[in-house]
């Protein structure tokens, strides 16, 4: 019992002690005035300033991020598209020169034919059998290899190309998300900032 009266009068001496001093901060904030507190309020005007053009600076930030991650995403993509032109170009460009090629290889063998056919005819050869025959007839074959090398080497070069193009345009359209991925996730945290802000 003489424990338990001790403690309660110890805590009654610390309220006592504590009204005191709130009294005491009364008088003195009576007797600052308007003063003190007109100081606080404009120390609080001030940072809430503060607050305010720090979210409007971050929120220009995010937008100018946003903005430019989504360019640089699409300026990319655009340098891969005209890439992938290109190469596109270069398969239809092939493609004529595959058939100059072999319209030279034609005349050439015509020509060869022709020539031999002629000498073959000045030496009064007959030209239906024998070694004329012959000589045509190898001539033909010859040219005919070499039609199919060339038909050949241009299918694989345009099938090469229009893979390239194709490569491309796939970067090109994951440039193009790349960008406006990032534009997104840049908006999202800069959204969560200025909610943190608020």
């Known amino acids: 019992m003489e424990f338990a009266a001790a403690a309660l009068s110890a805590i009654g001496s610390t309220f006592a002690g504590a009204g005191t001093v709130a009294n005491g901060a009364i008088v003195l904030g ?19 300033g503060l607050s305010t053009a720090a979210s409007i600076l971050s929120g220009g930030a995010t937008v100018a991020s946003v903005l430019m991650a989504n360019q640089a995403g699409q300026q990319q993509a655009a340098a891969l598209n005209m890439q992938a032109s290109d190469a596109e170009m270069s398969a239809r460009l092939e493609q004529v020169q595959g058939l100059q090629r072999r319209n030279s290889i034609k005349a050439a063998l015509v020509d060869a034919i022709g020539e031999r056919d002629v000498a073959a005819a000045a030496s009064g050869v007959d030209l239906s059998f024998g070694t004329p025959a012959i000589a045509r007839d190898q001539a033909q074959i010859e040219g005919s290899r070499a039609l199919t090398v060339d038909q050949n080497t241009e299918s694989f070069n345009r ?34 900032k200025l909610a943190r802000r608020g």
Do not use: C, D, H, I
């Not at 009576?30 to 809430?48: R, W």
């Open 30 to 48: 009576g007797a600052a005035g308007p003063g003190v507190f007109g100081a606080s309020a404009g120390l609080g005007a001030s940072l809430g």
């Open 159 to 192: 099938s090469r190309l229009f893979e390239r193009a194709a490569n491309y345009r796939t970067m090109a359209k994951q440039a193009s998300a790349g960008g406006l991925g990032k534009a997104a996730t840049l908006a999202l945290e800069g959204g969560a």
